[in-house]
């Protein structure tokens, strides 16, 4: 008895992020056991626990990387697995756990505010449970509408009960960014969209969901309420700015560099290469479905989705990467440092040294957290850095293309991207927290300033 009020002690003493960081490797343990059941296999065989682990990490870490087909390897069982993973791993588990509270109508304690905070990228817990509310009305009206969408196409394709489920699955996983689809063959098993690539209402429905879903909870709720873009608050400008400028930025890009490339946008028509370019800016904001082939791009291309991968999506969304905003912040410090001002400021308002610092940590831990990944990788299986480095940002970055290296990596380079999804979803800064933070102390003095040279 002791030793359980002890324990219970332990718990309530965790940080919210500490919770939330055990809970999705708890999550990812669980859904792993579950998918090396031999029910989840097709074959009716148990799954090698390794492929598993894999599926599951990607899965509740809404990334999309995999080392076996989703349609062609996993039951209808293993399929409902994943999908459930995927949403958990989208919403975070405590906003869905609060779902048995809203119908219980039971009080939700100050506890489980902030975790349902930390869970959703805030650092304030006022308002959380009518944020909450929004987030999961939101995300299932949103997730409704896309199955409806995509049903009209896959029903005629496929029949009624097999298309309607196609257009839930692929409905969620594009609106979570996890990239999952159930369009594999056993010749093709990695085929993604790829037959669909100048289909206007898949394209524009897929890439509606993943915007949507990337733009974080915390912009919903401001744009429901405020609906103008002046009366916006600051971080919700920043997001819908960056997020514009990064879309087309990798538009425009994919266009110059893929135009001609006969492999990838040189056969298509006019209108089908201006969809395809459209598409690939989409989803390489964390988003892992693909239409074009990711090994056929060229080294400009490469390095562009390189850099939007590793950019992401939004704060407090289903999306990973260092984040717009974080992208946005040291954009616009260095504007500010060329012109000589020793303040950072946008839309009117000055941005504070705690928001520079946490910008530069996560660009600082994401370059060499993938650039690591990526040189073990390469030391391991003796592949090309590039090809590497495509793996490991996309992992790190939660987006899930791939140039065709994950299926055939060792156990080793796969327990690498296991643990950068990981990193990419808990995120960088809330692993901080939990790990170098645990017994933290106001400081007792501080230090006279100094300069230094920098430059």
Aim: proline share 4%; hydrophobic share 50%.
């Amino acid at each position: 008895m002791n030793r359980l009020h002890l324990h219970n002690r332990r718990m309530r003493r965790m940080r919210p992020t500490t919770v939330m960081a055990l809970g999705f490797l708890a999550i990812i343990l669980t859904g792993a056991v579950l998918l090396a059941l031999p029910v989840s296999a097709r074959s009716g065989e148990a799954t090698p626990f390794l492929d598993a682990l894999f599926t599951a990490t990607s899965a509740t870490c809404v990334t999309g990387l995999i080392r076996v087909g989703t349609a062609t390897h996993w039951s209808g069982f293993g399929q409902a697995v994943i999908l459930l993973l995927i949403q958990i791993g989208g919403l975070g588990f405590m906003t869905l756990a609060s779902i048995a509270s809203f119908l219980t109508h039971r009080t939700i304690t100050l506890r489980e505010r902030m975790v349902m905070s930390a869970g959703l990228n805030l650092t304030d817990n006022a308002g959380i449970v009518r944020l909450t509310r929004r987030v999961l009305y939101g995300t299932f009206a949103f997730e409704a509408a896309g199955a409806v969408i995509l049903s009209c196409r896959f029903i005629p394709q496929f029949g009624f009960f097999k298309g309607f489920l196609m257009g839930v699955f692929h409905s969620v996983s594009a609106f979570c960014n996890a990239g999952f689809d159930l369009l594999g063959t056993p010749d093709a098993p990695f085929l993604s969209l790829v037959d669909y690539v100048g289909d206007p209402l898949v394209n524009l429905t897929i890439m509606a969901l993943i915007v949507i879903g990337g733009l974080g909870f915390f912009v919903w709720g401001d744009i429901w309420d405020k609906r103008s873009f002046r009366h916006f608050r600051l971080h919700t400008k920043l997001v819908l700015v960056t997020t514009a400028a990064l879309l087309l930025l990798g538009f425009g890009l994919t266009l110059l560099f893929e135009w001609n490339n006969p492999r990838t946008l040189g056969a298509l028509s006019g209108p089908e290469k201006v969809l395809a370019a459209a598409f690939q800016s989409v989803t390489l904001r964390t988003a892992g479905y693909n239409t074009i082939d990711q090994a056929a791009l060229s080294g400009p291309a490469q390095a562009v989705s390189c850099l939007l991968m590793l950019i992401g999506g939004s704060p407090g969304s289903t999306a990973g990467g260092i984040k717009t905003v974080a992208a946005a912040v040291l954009l616009l410090s260095t504007i500010s440092a060329l012109r000589g001002r020793i303040t950072v400021s946008a839309f009117g308002r000055t941005i504070t040294p705690r928001s520079i610092m946490n910008a530069v940590t996560m660009l600082i831990v994401g370059v060499v957290v993938s650039l690591s990944g990526a040189c073990a990788i390469a030391y391991i299986e003796g592949a090309p850095l590039h090809q590497c480095l495509f793996e490991a940002v996309s992992a790190f970055g939660t987006v899930g293309l791939t140039m065709g290296l994950t299926p055939a990596l060792h156990t080793p380079s796969c327990l690498i991207l296991i643990v950068l999804m990981y990193l990419g979803r808990v995120g960088v800064l809330t692993l901080g927290v939990t790990v170098l933070m645990r017994h933290r102390e106001p400081p007792k003095l501080q230090y006279p300033e100094g300069n230094v040279m920098v430059g």
